[in-house]
């Protein structure tokens, strides 16, 4: 049976090198359930790989590097069908399952994480690991649990691995900053905090500033004044944890404005970052600047899709796309300016 799916083939041509093809819909592996998509969401990460941001993304550090040349290798060395885009982030209906899978059958509504080398979630159909599958339950639509996943999960590995915070409201007070607030991983990360024992700072442009004190930010600064550029708390408060959602803000900023022990987690690590986080490692520095590198684990997806379904935690939708207009989906990301996430429904 063929399938519609969105591929790309040439790297550094943005959305323009996208093309819209039938191809056989995927078989699942025993391990693997295949589900009718219903939506996907958009992370800027794969339109920077797209875009062959090599330099600028991935020389940041050897890890990143050797990361890149797996993918490099895995893309180059794979069957056609992993040129669809690399969309993981997947909300649908399972309609078949492989032989060893026992916790999913046809029929059920699921989010599922696809693999991360291979995408495919820009397609009517995607095959996903039944080990990355969660329930979706009947209060998330697809597009909330699609739009949950990498940018949810970033948000709540910032929080709780990195700063600390506990999201049942115990553990000491944190006073928290997250830049880009009104974006995807920001919109996530500053609803989590406050189930947290936070005060929360955030930076987004103007447009946002009511939408993110209504997501519980106690303190709004727009990124596009003297004293949104300096980060300063308007009451003063030193950060405990900068959750870095944006780019291009050296060291130099921050470091005033964090308390002795307060460290900067940068999602988006460039050179400067990754030779801050080196030498702060190495001069034994109390301010740490962390780079996060994320990491899937379906337990946290089941804890996120859960407070979605309680109403603790909610997706801002910035816009939906057919699948048959993918292409002004990538570009709407590319362009960096998304309120919340970006989903294209097939
Ligand atoms: N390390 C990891 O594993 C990991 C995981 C997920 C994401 N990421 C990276 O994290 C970054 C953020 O992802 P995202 O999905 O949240 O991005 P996004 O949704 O594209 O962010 C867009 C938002 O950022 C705001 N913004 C842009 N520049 C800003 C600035 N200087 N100060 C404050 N707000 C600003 C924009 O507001 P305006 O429209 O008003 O400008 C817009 O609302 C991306 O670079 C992504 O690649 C990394």
């Not at 801002?316 to 990538?330: G, H, M, N, T, Y």
Request: include cysteine; aromatic fraction near 6%; proline fraction near 5%.
């Amino acid at each position: 049976m063929a399938m519609h799916a969105v591929q790309y083939d040439s790297y550094g041509s943005g959305s323009a090198g996208l093309k819209h093809v039938e191809v056989p819909v995927p078989t699942p592996k025993k391990d693997e359930v295949l589900v009718k998509v219903e939506a996907t969401s958009i992370n800027p990460l794969t339109g920077k790989f797209r875009r062959a941001c090599f330099v600028h993304f991935f020389l940041p550090s050897f890890l990143l590097f050797l990361i890149a040349v797996a993918l490099c290798f895995m893309f180059f060395t794979s069957p056609i069908s992993t040129k669809c885009l690399k969309t993981i982030d997947v909300g649908g209906e399972v309609v078949e399952v492989g032989s060893n899978v026992k916790r999913f059958k046809a029929g059920d509504k699921v989010v599922a994480m696809l693999n991360a080398l291979n995408g495919g979630g820009s397609a009517e159909y995607a095959v996903a690991n039944e080990s990355l599958t969660v329930p979706r339950l009947a209060e998330v639509s697809a597009a909330e649990g699609a739009g949950l996943i990498v940018a949810g999960l970033t948000a709540l590995q910032a929080l709780v691995n990195h700063s600390e915070v506990k999201l049942n409201g115990t553990g000491p007070r944190k006073n928290i900053l997250f830049t880009a607030a009104s974006g995807g991983v920001g919109h996530y990360a500053v609803q989590l905090a406050k189930l947290g024992n936070t005060h929360v700072t955030a930076t987004c442009g103007v447009r946002n500033i009511d939408l993110v004190k209504s997501l519980g930010a106690d303190e709004v600064l727009d990124y596009n004044t003297p004293e949104g550029a300096a980060l300063k708390s308007p009451s003063g408060q030193k950060y405990d944890a900068v959750i870095h959602c944006t780019t291009g803000i050296p060291w130099s900023t921050f470091e005033p404005n964090l308390s002795s022990s307060g460290n900067v987690i940068d999602i988006t690590p460039a050179v400067c970052a990754m030779w801050t986080f080196a030498v702060k490692k190495l001069t034994f520095s109390k301010k740490q600047l962390v780079p996060l590198v994320l990491i899937l684990k379906k337990e946290n997806l089941e804890l996120i899709v859960g407070l979605v379904k309680e109403g603790k935690l909610k997706t801002v939708i910035d816009s939906k796309f057919p699948l048959s207009k993918a292409e002004d989906a990538w570009s709407k990301s590319i362009d960096g300016h998304a309120t919340g996430k970006i989903i294209v429904e097939p």
